[in-house]
């Protein structure tokens, strides 16, 4: 399975939207019980998610919802009430506890995504990544930690960004999936924001508007160039072990050793199911 780059966020009280979404190019979609939900509207998007997942489509992307914390009664309800419905994980906001993360797991047996929101839940991002063997990523909800900081601008999150790449990779984690942008017209910074991303150590990206997807996707999908220089390092790579070296010069003056055959490999991991790339038992393209 390739690696999904976007999450479409679409509000659960609204059935219509969750259809679309799931009829959208977005690689998944991520159910909203939490913040795109009114709180008097709360009980009505868990009654809705849970009959749209009783009748999900076969073909559907992955389905992932995102509870209210479960440390408060109305994230306690949406834990339990999706307990054995066919969804593909969950995400859970305002992770600080690894306990709470712990009880999450062994109730639903679901993949987790913890989303770190406040300081403490940042300064604990070891902690709550080995929770339990199902946390499966960690991200940012940049808005909320932004406001938790008190960071002024944007720049002012960049080490918060270093670190929860840092901890996700010291956990044998895959890279983090960028925060939302909110400026949904903004393509262009959405797109350089991207491109920082993955510079960064950042894999995909989160977004609220199927405008974005395009862009998102842009990014986050290894060129034809790239895919083609990774393969090519791979081949030298073979091709010195043959000699019973373990690094050599391509033939474009490029020294390749095992570190750089590594990043080669990631490019070719995340080649997009739908560019038709064939693929061997092994997952390797």
């Keep these: ?27 998944a979609v991520v159910i909203d019980l939490e913040d795109a939900v009114p709180v008097a509207a709360k009980d009505e998007a868990r009654q809705s998610t849970v009959a749209l997942l009783q009748e999900r489509p076969p073909d559907s992307p992955p389905i992932w919802v995102r509870v209210n914390p479960p440390t408060e009664p109305v994230g306690r309800a949406d834990v339990e009430a999706l307990a054995g419905m066919p969804v593909d994980g ?12 712990r009880a999450v797991a062994e109730q639903t047996g679901f993949a987790l995504m913890l989303l770190l ?6 300064l604990r991002a070891s902690e709550l990544a080995g929770a339990d063997t199902r946390v499966r990523g960690l991200g940012l909800g940049e808005a909320d930690l932004a406001a938790d900081l008190m960071v002024r601008s944007d720049s002012g999150l960049d080490w918060a960004r270093g670190a929860v790449v840092a901890a996700a990779r010291a956990a044998g984690l895959p890279s ?7 400026h949904v017209a903004d393509l262009d910074g ?25 862009v998102v996707h842009e990014v986050y999908t290894p060129s034809a160039r790239e895919v083609a220089d990774a393969r090519a390092v791979l081949a030298t790579g ?7 070296e373990v690094a050599a010069l391509d033939d474009q003056g490029r020294f390749v050793d ?9 490019v070719l991991d995340r080649i997009p199911v739908e560019r038709g790339v064939d693929r061997d038992p092994k997952g390797q393209p």
Excluded: N
């Design 1 to 27: 399975m390739s690696i999904p780059r976007s999450w479409l966020y679409v509000p659960g009280h609204r059935p219509e939207r969750v259809r679309k979404a799931l009829a959208s190019a977005a690689d």
């Design 90 to 101: 969950l995400r859970v906001p305002r992770c600080e506890d690894p306990g709470a993360v």
């Design 117 to 122: 929101e406040t300081a403490r839940g940042l």
């Design 176 to 182: 983090p999936v960028q925060s939302v942008w909110t």
């Design 190 to 214: 959405l797109r350089a924001s991207c491109q920082d991303g993955l510079a960064s150590g950042f894999f995909g990206r989160s977004v609220v508007h199927p405008s974005q997807i395009e």
């Design 238 to 244: 073979a091709e010195a072990r043959a000699r019973g």
């Design 258 to 266: 095992p570190a750089v055959e590594a990043r080669a490999r990631v």
